[in-house]
């Protein structure tokens, strides 16, 4: 979700002025540490939600103090009930309908029973691969009713089936994409159609997806043209140049992997060719060693 913070996130942060922030899923922390920073300027604090950060999020939480940020090493939807009611939250936990509709819910809930507005809520990938496919981090924590037949192979763009090849291939996918009850986006819509108030869907369907869901009640003329700025042309114009600068960067990572790959293939055909050398050495050594013996027997 960090590929969305400057152009799309801040500015919608830096309008409206939260006093709470909620964030589900941090990671390495680079949107924690916006958020952070944010917090700091103007008084406000974070809640971060992560049952196992990656490496340099602690070091980014050691930057700031307990008057900032709390946080809470487990599942949203564990600690969704125990915090107070944000203003704005970033989701990007697990990547599955249940989790994703589960943790709407207890937000919108959340909200009711502290008397406040629903958030601004930022989703995650909102697009291909897990828009319309289920992802399990820990497939048991999910109940089978809720749960999709999975296994740890890849997605390949256009198929349903998983193959040996592809994304993600390390991580519980959904045999099968689409259908109901799959994938974030499909959360995402199911929770919008049966809220019984008004929720404004907004989404980004590149660098993974974005969704925005923007309640009713925290609807302004100016948020609207904002967001509504966001699908100008000139905007996706902007989107398109940011999408070409990460593919070329994919594209110079995966020739500098290439040239790697063809450096050590070589570097292993010249160490094979030279212990078939000295297995030949070897051999013509013992036979000559062998034809001693014999002689002297």
């Not at 969305?4 to 899923?25: A, K, M």
Request: hydrophobic share 40%; charged share 20%; aromatic share 10%.
């Amino acid at each position: 979700m960090h590929r969305f913070w400057n152009r799309y996130i801040d500015p919608i942060v830096e309008l409206v002025q939260p006093r709470r922030i909620l964030e589900i899923g941090a990671e390495f922390g680079w949107n924690t540490r916006h958020i952070l920073a944010y917090c700091r300027a103007a008084g406000a604090t974070a809640d971060i939600v992560d049952p196992a950060p990656g490496p340099g999020f602690h070091e980014i939480l050691a930057q700031y103090s307990d008057r900032e940020y709390r946080y809470h090493p487990h599942k949203g939807v564990d600690v969704i009930p125990r915090i107070a009611a944000p203003d704005i939250a970033l989701v990007d936990g697990d990547h599955n309908w249940h989790t994703v509709y589960t943790e709407l819910t207890l937000i919108f809930d959340r909200a009711t029973e502290c008397k406040l507005p629903a958030p601004i809520i930022f989703l995650h990938d909102a697009a291909w691969p897990y828009a319309r496919r289920d992802m399990y981090y820990d497939p048991d924590s999910i109940n089978p009713e809720y749960r999709h037949p999975y296994a740890y192979n890849g997605i390949i763009p256009g198929r349903s089936e998983l193959t040996e090849q592809g994304l993600n291939g390390h991580l519980a996918n959904a045999l099968h994409e689409g259908g109901p009850q799959n994938g974030v986006l499909t959360a995402i819509e199911d929770f919008v159609n049966s809220s019984s108030s008004k929720i404004f869907l907004y989404q980004l369907p590149f660098f993974n997806g974005l969704a925005i869901l923007v309640p009713k009640a925290r609807q302004t003329a100016k948020l609207s043209e904002l967001i509504g700025s966001f699908f100008t042309a000139d905007a996706l114009t902007e989107s398109l140049k940011a999408l070409e600068n990460y593919s070329m960067t994919i594209r110079v990572d995966i020739a500098q992997l290439q040239i790697q790959l063809t450096k050590r293939t070589d570097a292993l055909a010249r160490a094979r060719r030279v212990i078939v050398e000295q297995a030949e050495e070897i051999a013509q050594l013992r036979a000559q060693l062998a034809a001693a013996r014999d002689t002297i027997a």
